[in-house]
């Protein structure tokens, strides 16, 4: 069975700080990795990953995946409150098996 | 652009009852996935679809749910007769074919079944 699992599932740090979200995957023909955020609405897409190395980056955010280690992470740095929201990791695969397939979250609380 | 399109946005019923769920994707998108959100089981893919056709309906958690797009600007969700254990969010998302991972998605139905 397909496996996704994200951690830590909850941080709290203080504005400035940078955070590191993790995320690592078990799954059958592996295409992609995409990270969302969802404040209390739908979620957002953030990232889609598919080759290893990479570094993908859009302002404070950056996040690269490793496909040997089969993991990811997300990078924020000096976090801001409006950077509170769920990270929710997700992996594709390909062969015609089209949803994605998420973890649990983690819920990232800044404090000014 | 008007994003994907949802109603309602919040429904509570009784158990038994019968719930619709409705979903406009973004125009041009051709992939539609319905997914559910609770606490304990996160966010769970329950369908898709491909040009209209259901592709994978092996999230769908039992009979009581089914899904149907009778066109590629509608689909429903319904789900016959309602439980307490189906409140939930349920959301709706679209995505061009070949581009199916970058999925947009809209801004959810919370269902609470008494």
């Known amino acids: 069975e397909d496996k996704v699992v994200q951690s830590p599932l909850s941080l709290v740090v203080h504005e400035g700080d940078t955070v590191t979200l993790n995320c690592s995957y078990e799954?059958?023909?592996?295409?992609?990795l995409l990270w969302y955020k969802q404040e209390k609405k739908a979620p957002t897409f953030l990232f889609m990953l598919?080759?290893?190395?990479i570094e993908k980056k859009s302002g404070r955010l950056s996040s690269i995946l490793d496909k040997k280690e089969l993991f990811s992470i997300l990078n924020i740095t000096a976090t801001q409150t409006g950077d509170s929201a769920v990270y929710l990791c997700?992996?594709?695969?390909?062969?015609?098996?089209?949803?994605?397939?998420f973890g649990k979250g983690t819920h990232l609380i800044i404090q000014p | 652009d008007a994003g994907v399109i949802q109603s309602p946005r919040h429904e509570v019923t009784e158990m038994g009852q019968e719930v619709t769920l409705r979903c406009k994707p973004i125009s041009g998108h051709n992939s539609l996935f319905w997914y559910r959100q609770t606490m304990m089981r996160g966010l769970e893919l329950l369908i898709y679809?491909?040009?209209?056709?259901?592709?994978?309906d092996s999230g769908m958690p039992e009979d009581r749910f089914s899904a149907k797009m009778p066109n590629a600007s509608f689909s429903t969700l319904k789900i016959q007769p309602s439980e307490p254990r189906d409140s939930a969010v349920y959301f709706c998302?679209?995505?061009?074919?070949?581009?199916?991972?970058?999925?947009?998605f809209g801004p959810g139905t919370r269902l609470l079944v008494l």
């Open positions: 799954v059958t023909n592996f295409r992609s």
């Open positions: 998302a679209s995505s061009f074919a070949g581009y199916q991972e970058t999925q947009y």
């Open positions: 679809f491909n040009n209209n056709v259901p592709i994978d």
């Open positions: 598919t080759s290893s190395g």
């Open positions: 997700a992996v594709g695969r390909g062969g015609g098996a089209d949803g994605l397939t």
